[in-house]
Every structure is written in structure tokens, then in C-alpha cells.
């Protein structure tokens, strides 16, 4: 890791820096899934930011030695591996802060705070309806006290403090802004997910952690199919990944938003992450099939994991 007092962080220094945010992250994953109210609480959002994160440190270990191609690496792997709608945001977010650092040896943190503001952007766009008091809040206004710490001399320690201290403020206030979540008690689960996920980074890049990187495991998958017959309240969370040549991405936004709710299509015309919560999870994936080439498809039955948690 580069020294405290070193102005840019390179890429070796990133890797390790995500490699902190997947332990914080696996740290809190059960706190983070007890939260999970909105938009369905079906209790699995620690699990899916976890999931993602990992996904995205397994793709950067691969990547070259800029901070550049391990940014890049990263968003690929988040965007392959993104589960659960606050996965999938994630993977945005990175993707965001991809495109800031691309062609970058090494990184400032004005060039941090850069990437964040285009990882923000890339976020609210991903989302059909954004919602404050949310993952996108956290975001946002984490880029935006990211931009004016830049403005100031101060060393990358000090201004990644700031950066995470502005993340906790963010998420305890995000039950003002959303009423469901003030009603149930809790703060936003995908807010609190991404604070972990700086909070490692800054643990990392501080030197503060001194807990070994944990060894790698068997992906978590769920496939859960209710009973015929049974009244449903949820549905089902839909997630795919679709290959094809020059896909019509706007017309699949398009039929993956009439499809349900919490749609998200996410990439390029080669390859895209698809998310919706459906009742009808057969209509969809048939729809993708005559698209191209549909891969890694993950259903969990909704009102299966709600019941299960009440």
C-alpha cells in the first residue's frame, strides 16, 4: 500500500482497497440483511452486496497493474456477479468510478472524487424511478462532500475520512426521506451496505485493518419456487445475464420495465445485466431468449424468503 503521504494511489493499492470493502462488507452482511425493508424485505441484501463485491475483486486480481485496468476489471466483474437490486446498483456505481479513472497508472484523490461523481451519475441512471433515501442518496451525496474535500489540501487519509464519515451522516438520515423505513425503525440496508463498502476502503487505505483477507467461497445461489396455487404478494427477483450482437437494449429497458417492478438493465449492446421483481418470471426470460443468448439466471421466489423472515 502506498504511504499516508504519497498524493496518488495506484493499482495495486485499489485491489487492496477493494479487497477491504468485500471483508467489511462479508463482516456486516447479516446487520445489513436484518435491515432490508425496501422495496421488498425479503432479507437479502447484505448477501447480494457481498456477492457482488466478491465478483468484483475475483476480476480484479486478474487485471493489470493500473489502477486503470484494475478499475475496469472490477466494474466487469461487479456487473457479471451483481445479485438483488442493490447488487446490480453497486455494479453501476463501479462502473461509474471505472470510466473516471480509465487510463490512469496511478489516482489523486481529486481523481477519486472525479469517479465518484461520474459513479453517481451512472447510478441514477441505471434506475428507472431513483428514490431518495436509498443506495443513490449515499452516492450522491458522498460525491458531491467528495468534490468539495478535493478542493482543499488535505492528504488522501484525511479526505477518505470525510468521505465516510459523509456515508454514516447520509444513511442515518435516510428514514426521513423514506417513510416505510422510518415506520419499520431502520435506516436504508443498501445505504448501510455501501457505507461498509467505503468504510473497508478507508480501512485499507488508512492501514487500519490488520484482519486477514478471507479465503474464497462457493457462490451463494438461491432457487426458491412457491407452491401452485398459493396467493402471491411479491412474486419473484429475476436476474439474467443476456449475450447477443447489437441487442436492442432501449426495446429490452422497455419490455423489462413493463414486465414488473425495481427494473434495471444495465451495460452494452453486447452484453446485459437484467433485474425486475415479476410475477411472471417464465415471460420475461423467454422474451431475453429471443433476444440472445441468456446466461446465469438466478429466480428467488420473494414471498417464500418474506415468510420465511416473519
Known sequence: M??????????????EAL??????????????NKLNIFPVPDGDTGVNMFLTIRAAVEEAEKAGPSAGE???????GALLGARGNSGVILSQIMRGAAKGLEGREAFSFA????????ASEQAYKSVEKPVEGTILTVIREVSEE???VATKKTSFVRAINKVVSKAGKTVKKTPEMLPVLK???VVDAGAKGLYYFFKGMESSICRKSGTARPGK???????????QGEERVYGFDVQFLLEGEDLPVEEIKKSVIAAGECPLVVG?????????????PDEILDYARGKGEVKDIVVEDMDAQVKKRS
Not at 503521504?5 to 495495486?12: I, M, P, T
Open 2 to 15: 502506498a504511504a499516508v503521504a504519497e498524493v496518488e494511489l495506484d493499482g495495486k493499492d485499489l485491489k
Open 70 to 76: 484494475v478499475a475496469a476489471s472490477a466494474a466487469r
Open 217 to 227: 467461497k462457493s457462490p451463494v445461489r438461491f432457487s426458491v419456487k412457491g407452491k
Open 146 to 148: 467528495a468534490a468539495e
Open 111 to 118: 481523481d477519486f472524487a472525479r469517479a465518484l461523481h461520474i
Open 183 to 185: 415506520e419499520a425503525g
Open 268 to 280: 452494452d449492446e453486447s452484453l446485459l445485466k437484467v433485474h425486475v421483481h415479476t410475477m411472471n
Open 19 to 32: 479487497e477491504g470493502a468485500e471483508l467489511y462488507i462479508e463482516q456486516h452482511v447479516d446487520e445489513v
